[in-house]
Nanobody
Framework: QSQLVESGGGLVQSGGSLKLSCAAS????????VGWFRQAPGKEREGVSS????????KYADSVKGRFTISRDYVKNTVYLQMNSLKPVDTAVYYC???????????????????????WGLGTQVTVSS
């Protein structure tokens, strides 16, 4: 059974850092673009960052540019989201998701369109206190 498991969330003070992990089991993520999304209470789920299947292309929401960094480890079959300079507005449940990108010329595909991603994890809570 294919699944994604997020970890690394927690409670951190404003200005602090956390590193989220998205581990895949039951399949290899080599041919998938991977995205991080977040959902705060009462708000829509929004895209935070994504990385292409090749690892050579990344995309960030304007709100996190310069503070968050996405990366992937093909050996560990895991994608990471390093979050620095955290703010209370970053408080949300963070989800990772995958999009098949194994077709021709899709190895560089990245985007933050939620409907493009079809396998989702259950999320990890990130809370940033002021």
């Amino acid at each position: 059974q294919s699944q994604l498991v997020e970890s690394g969330g927690g409670l951190v003070q404003s200005g602090g850092s956390l590193k989220l992990s998205c581990a895949a089991s039951g399949f290899t993520m080599d041919w998938y673009a991977v995205g991080w999304f977040r959902q705060a209470p009462g708000k829509e789920r929004e895209g935070v960052s994504s990385i292409s299947s090749s690892g050579g292309n990344t995309k960030y929401a304007d709100s996190v540019k310069g503070r968050f960094t996405i990366s992937r480890d093909y050996v560990k079959n895991t994608v990471y989201l390093q979050m620095n300079s955290l703010k209370p507005v970053d408080t949300a449940v963070y989800y990772c998701a995958t999009r098949w990108s194994g077709s021709n010329h899709e190895e560089q595909w990245v985007d933050l369109i939620r409907d493009e991603f079809n396998l989702w994890g259950l999320g990890t809570q990130v809370t940033v206190s002021s």
